[in-house]
């Protein structure tokens, strides 16, 4: 199948014309700020037309973010493809594409297991088994098979990401192309979505579960698709049977967390209140469908507290929607808000800063700072040298083809070279050089404060708790 690249662009609307009044949008965009929820961006559409957006600096409407497990829901759509074009069944046993991987004695509880078990968080492993699996090392497959399987597939809801990759792998293993190479003519050509990559196992395959870097608007193109029930622009993309299936309760994680991880899990999709459906990613990376509402709602941040944020899109611009048009009203103070604040303090650095650091959990061992002809330049060794030029009270933008610094606890995904676009600002004030430094492919940054004793680091995704890492030069 080959199917040409098919630009496209959503058509806009007042919000008042489906029935979304601009005050709730502005209380949205006011509790997201006053709870400090880390909002980077959204999407509104409702009833065939996009009626809000917002990108916060130093992020902006193109850029390619990894979305975390927001990629389950892009790799169960591939696999619901497979599906309609007869390559595959959920009920094909998971063993059957993997005979020369298989351990020597093969339990009755992995024989049971199929491919919707991988589907619906269901494979009858008391625990996510990603830890043991997804390693530096090849063979995750083969690792996937020879673990344990202590319970009967299909009885315990169990959230594991690896389930998601043997869904690649098998997708990988029936077509002999990647998952993304896969969904290419099939999906994102159709889509107008261009410019996607997808992080790979050291097997080769793409990861599944986590690793896709995508747009807020191609988010919103794959919610848009679904609230069409498979139907984009006209051409029946996935038949109606696979969203039925895709979107319903597949398995009960009744006894999960807070109401929106409660109400049931369908193929790589969360249920959610309201009777709606989302992809979901970690730190708030949302696609949330509202059939009943004829609307769908992208969000991208920083937070590991995911229940507020959705609890903020509920109270206010969910619950304000009208089925009927609301009369225009005076515009609201609906504009992006900056999510990384630039330093503040003079352009002029007194003196060039350079030292040594002990072990860290950044990967750094050394840093230095010196005024450059565009404005600071920061020099980040570790493993890699790479250097960074920061803007004077202004975002600068650097694409890198190492990266050194490692945000800690983000998975090392700057160590991909393709991925590396750091946007950087600086000021000087009192004796201290102060860097901000946004990773626009995460969505993750880090602030960096110099003296020519000591960089102390605060990460982004800290800025609540306030915790901060301070490192004296040896």
């Known amino acids: 199948m080959l199917t040409s690249f098919t630009p496209f662009t959503f058509e806009t609307a007042s919000p008042e014309s489906v029935g979304i009044s601009p005050e709730s949008i502005a209380a949205f965009e006011e509790r997201l700020r006053a709870d400090k929820l880390g909002h980077q961006g959204y999407m509104l559409y409702r009833n065939g037309k996009l009626v809000a957006q917002s990108i916060a600096s130093p992020y902006r409407m193109t850029d390619k973010r990894h979305v975390f497990s927001v990629s389950k829901t892009w790799t169960s759509t591939a696999i619901g493809l497979a599906v309609d074009e007869g390559l595959l069944s959920v009920e094909d046993s998971v063993i059957s594409f993997f005979p020369e991987l298989l351990p020597e004695v093969i339990s009755d509880n992995l024989a049971a297991m199929k491919v919707r078990h991988l589907l619906s968080m269901n494979t009858g492993h008391r625990c996510d088994t990603t830890g043991s699996v997804a390693t530096r090392e090849p063979g995750w497959a083969k690792r996937f098979l020879a673990l344990p399987v202590e319970c009967a597939p299909g009885s315990k809801f169990v959230y594991n990401s690896t389930a998601t990759y043997m869904l690649s792998a098998i997708l990988t293993k ?20 261009d410019d996607v990559y997808w992080m790979e196992s050291p097997d080769g395959i793409n990861v599944g579960g986590w690793g896709i870097h995508v747009s807020q608007e191609d988010m919103l193109k794959l919610g848009v698709l679904y609230l069409n029930r498979g139907v984009w622009n006209g051409r029946r993309i996935l038949s109606e049977a696979w969203i039925d299936e895709a979107t319903g309760v597949q398995s009960d994680n009744s006894t999960g967390g807070t109401i929106d991880w409660k109400v049931g899990y369908g193929y790589q999709i969360w249920r ?5 459906f989302r992809a979901d990613g970690s730190c708030g990376q949302y696609i949330v469908v509202s059939p009943e509402k004829n609307s769908v709602a992208v ?23 009208s089925d009927s048009p609301l009369p225009p009203s005076a515009p609201c103070d609906t504009q992006a808000h900056p999510f990384c604040e630039l330093p503040e303090g003079s352009c002029e650095l007194p003196a060039p800063i350079e030292g040594k650091l002990p072990t860290n959990p950044f990967g750094l061992s050394s840093i230095a700072v010196r005024q450059g002809v565009n404005g600071l330049i920061l020099t980040l060794r570790g493993e890699n040298t790479a250097e960074v030029i920061c803007g004077g009270g202004r975002w600068e933008y650097n694409h890198v083809s190492h990266c050194p610094i490692t945000p800690g606890g983000f998975l090392g995904q700057l160590s991909i070279g393709k991925m590396a676009r750091i946007a950087a600002s600086y000021a000087c004030a009192d004796g201290h050089v102060k860097i901000a430094l946004q990773f626009v492919s ?18 982004t995704i800290d ?3 306030g915790n901060k890492t301070v490192l004296n030069f040896e």
């Open 174 to 193: 029936i077509t002999g192309v990647s998952l993304l190479d896969y969904i290419r003519p099939r999906l994102l050509n159709p889509l107008g979505i």
């Open 463 to 465: 800025r609540v708790s």
């Open 299 to 321: 969000m991208i941040s920083e937070d590991n507290r995911m229940q507020p944020l959705l609890d903020a899109y509920w109270d206010t611009i969910y619950a304000s929607m």
């Open 442 to 459: 995460l969505p993750h940054g880090m602030i960096l404060d110099l003296t020519p004793e000591s960089l102390t680091v605060t990460r």
């Open 272 to 276: 959610c209140q309201h009777n709606c």
